[in-house]
């Protein structure tokens, strides 16, 4: 691995968690997985490993202040040694998961660090000294990200070598499991999406869906576009039904006056 790749991976891991602040919009596993490829090489495993994660993470957000497994360093690390490795994107997915799971420790420690920033923020602006406060602000961005820079850095440092010599005597249903997992794992993402959207109001579209992709062999981009066609529909009739209902409002009221001015004459 070359040291420039190294370092434009370990500022992408840097840049991603403060993402959110800026207006570039790359904090998913989709977009991370994509840049990670790009810089080793590979695009279509750095797409793959991006695109599995991101469906792990549907409907799932860190409203306020919670943390969740950071998926994005997942994809990072997932897609670095799929590529080096050779083990294929259900290993990197296996791999991704637990890097994923240890970011969120090293997130709480990152936003209790930055609580030490926020407080002299607090006392400069008290003191009216807003430039001490801007650069308290400015301060508070590199324990957060840190807390994946220094990780991923860590860990692509290590090497290629160390990690084959790791996996060479780890056990083949340890590396089995982890790829069993990471082909289930997309799975859970979806079924928590769908826990919170209105799936029985919905039941025939998703099951018109799942019809069309598990026994028409239909394409994802079919099966998206053939969605597309039916939320439009839907949108069509709603909005018919609204304009009847309001039409037929109009209809009451008129009828209503005219009766009321009928009994006052």
């Known amino acids: ?50 695109s599995t994660l991101q469906l792990m993470v549907l409907g799932v957000g860190t409203y306020g202040g ?41 997130d709480v420690l990152a936003r209790f660090t930055n609580t030490i920033f926020q407080h002299r923020v ?19 961005v590199f324990p957060w990200g840190l807390s994946r820079a220094l990780p991923v850095f860590i860990m692509l440092l290590v090497g290629n070598h160390v990690v084959k010599a790791i996996l060479a005597v780890i056990p083949t249903w340890l590396t089995t499991g982890l790829k069993v997992s990471g082909g289930i794992l997309p799975v859970v993402g979806i079924a928590i999406l769908l826990r919170y959207l209105p799936t029985k109001k919905f039941f025939s579209y998703l099951l018109i869906g799942f019809l069309a992709s598990a026994y028409l062999k239909v394409p994802m981009m079919g099966v998206a576009l053939m969605g597309a066609a039916m939320a439009f529909i839907y949108y069509k009739n709603e909005l018919k039904s609204a304009n009847y209902a309001l039409a037929g409002q109009q209809q009451e009221k008129e009828e209503y006056e005219n009766d009321k001015g009928e009994y006052e004459n």
Do not use: H
Request: hydrophobic letters at 55%; aromatic letters at 8%; proline letters at 5%.
């Open 122 to 140: 607090d006392r400069f602006i008290s003191n009216n000294e807003p430039k001490k406060a801007a650069r308290n602000v400015l301060y508070g």
């Open 66 to 106: 919670a943390s969740m497994p950071d998926f994005m360093t997942g994809a990072i690390i997932g897609t670095v040694y799929a590529v080096l490795t050779g083990k294929g994107t259900q290993f990197a997915i296996g791999l991704a998961v637990p890097v994923g799971l240890l970011m969120v420790q090293l």
């Open 1 to 50: 691995m070359q040291w420039w790749q190294i370092l434009l991976l370990t500022a992408l891991a840097f840049w991603m968690v403060i993402d959110p602040l800026t207006l570039v919009l790359i904090n998913n596993p989709l977009a991370i997985g994509m840049i990670s490829g790009l810089i080793m090489g590979n695009l279509k495993i750095g797409l793959a490993v991006g």
